[in-house]
Nanobody
Framework: QVQLTESGGGSVQAGGSLRLSCEVSSWRTTHCVAWFRQAPGKEREGVASIATSDGRTSYGDFVKDRFIISRDKATDTVYLQMNSLEPEDSAMYHC?????????????????????WGQGTLVTVSS
């Protein structure tokens, strides 16, 4: 069973930055690590993904070059650097893994099951 440990959420003002971290317990068997977010009453949104094999990245349309996903192979950790945050970015951010899919194919899946899902870290952006 994949264990995902997230950290880095918090409260910031609009225009500020946060960096989220996700420690992945089974890096070698994971095809993709992604960040999703979910605000109260809204569907899950795919934020960004990174393939564990080659580091290829993909982003949701709303990211607009504000976020960067990266990985540290030495510590099996994936980061999400979020800049120019807007109040609309407020949500619970979850780290997730998938053993088969990655990229936009994964990010556009708003309802289907994933192979691993973290407890989430809350991001609140005030105007």
């Amino acid at each position: 069973q994949v264990q995902l440990t997230e950290s880095g959420g918090g409260s910031v003002q609009a225009g500020g930055s946060l960096r989220l971290s996700c420690e992945v317990s089974s890096w070698r068997t994971t095809h993709c690590v992604a960040w999703f977010r979910q605000a109260p009453g809204k569907e899950r949104e795919g934020v960004a993904s990174i393939a564990t094999s080659d580091g290829r990245t993909s982003y949701g349309d709303f990211v607009k070059d504000r976020f960067i996903i990266s990985r540290d192979k030495a510590t099996d950790t994936v980061y999400l650097q979020m800049n120019s945050l807007e109040p609309e970015d407020s949500a619970m951010y979850h780290c997730a893994v998938d053993f088969r899919r990655c990229g936009l194919w994964l990010l556009y899946d708003t309802k289907g099951p994933l192979d691993g899902w973290g407890q989430g870290t809350l991001v609140t952006v005030s105007s």
